[in-house]
């Protein structure tokens, strides 16, 4: 179907005229503090499907179904473990979805055939009144065109949903900017399958924490992989991404040693001064750099950038997160000086 899509505030009004649109099974480009979403009720095996389409997502890729109230948990999961709720009290509402065994009132078309379904309740003021008006669950994936670059700004949804999905919520740059913490449980541990703005060393104060390894390391052909999003190449903007590993001065003795056109340096800021190539620098601290990658790769694409060599980022805390998007965005193409 063809929409006019609509670019809402977050006032009441608009956030009510929203709530109309998930109640009438449509979908609504949705604010959250990770990156936008595309909120459909998730409850709604049609409403549902149509997020799939509108997307062009893989039908084997869940949903993260986003909720209002701690108490929600346990009305789309069983079996919810105690962990679950010392977490829920430390993170939640935030950035951290957990994997959980899902009651039947979720469809298999939302947990894609799984019997598990990753809830998360976001923090996001206009995502919790959309949720709380309308009274539903969402489902909610990321709302740019499946592969691309995650969505931070509206301006973002627009052009990858303009005429796919009838509303926006503008709620301004997304804070966090990469997607939430994805985590399940195993006994007393919990494993990262997702890596998010609460990091390892933030949840091994709580519990063991596993770090799953198809975080850092491609999946081989057929392989199963516990979180069905990380076997795609995701992220990406249509240049070539490779990322650059070593010491600052080697990044920058390698970046200006090319050259060409489309060729782009993606350095931190503390590189700009002396990148004598065209680049767009992604901030210095891990938090900055989640905050602005996606933005940042989605710049090359309007400036028709045909290779981008970023500077590697750090792996500790946030910085996982943010060399994991970067990891799938380059295909993992490194290259070690
Ligand atoms: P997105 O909606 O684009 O943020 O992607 C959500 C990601 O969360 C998926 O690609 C999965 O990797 C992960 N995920 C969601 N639900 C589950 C689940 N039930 N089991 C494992 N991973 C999940
Ligand atoms: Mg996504």
Do not use: W
Request: charged share 25%.
């Amino acid at each position: 179907m063809q929409f006019e899509t609509k670019l809402l505030s977050s006032s009441d009004a608009d956030i009510k005229e929203a709530a109309e649109i998930i109640l009438k099974g449509g979908i609504v480009g949705m604010p959250t503090e990770t990156v936008y979403g595309l909120a459909a009720d998730a409850e709604n095996a049609d409403a549902v499907a149509e997020i799939f389409r509108a997307k062009g997502r893989p039908q084997d890729n869940p949903l993260i179904v986003h909720i209002g109230d701690i108490a929600d948990f346990e009305k789309y999961a069983k079996n919810v473990p105690d962990m679950a709720y010392k977490l829920a009290e430390k993170f939640c509402p935030g950035p951290l979805t957990m994997v959980l065994p899902k009651r039947d009132r979720i469809p298999d078309v939302t947990s894609a055939g799984l019997d598990t379904v990753g809830i998360r309740m976001p923090s996001h003021k206009a995502a919790l009144a959309l949720i709380r008006t309308s009274g539903k669950a969402v489902a909610a994936p990321s709302a740019n065109l499946s592969g691309s670059p995650s969505p931070t700004t509206a301006d973002h949804v627009m052009n990858d949903m303009r005429g796919r999905i009838p509303a926006i919520i503008d709620g301004g740059s997304c804070p966090v900017g990469v997607e939430s913490t994805v985590i399940s449980f195993e006994g007393n541990a919990v494993r990262i399958l997702r890596p998010g703005f609460i990091s390892a060393e933030e949840l091994s104060e709580f519990a063991e924490v596993i770090i799953d390894r198809h975080i850092t390391e491609a999946a081989e052909c057929g392989e199963r992989v516990l979180s069905p999003g990380m076997k795609y190449k995701h992220y990406s903007p249509k240049a070539n991404v490779t990322i650059i590993e070593g010491s600052g001065t080697d990044y920058i003795n390698f970046v200006n040693s090319q050259g060409g056109e489309g060729v782009y340096a993606m350095p931190f800021d503390c590189d700009e001064k002396f990148c004598k190539i065209p680049c767009i620098p992604y901030g210095d601290s891990s938090e900055e750099q989640a905050a602005r990658l996606f933005a940042a790769l989605r710049k090359f694409d309007e400036l028709g950038a045909k290779q981008v060599y970023a500077r590697c980022p750090s792996k500790e805390g946030v910085g996982l997160a943010v060399y994991n998007r970067l990891l799938r965005a380059a295909g993992f193409e490194i290259k070690v000086i």
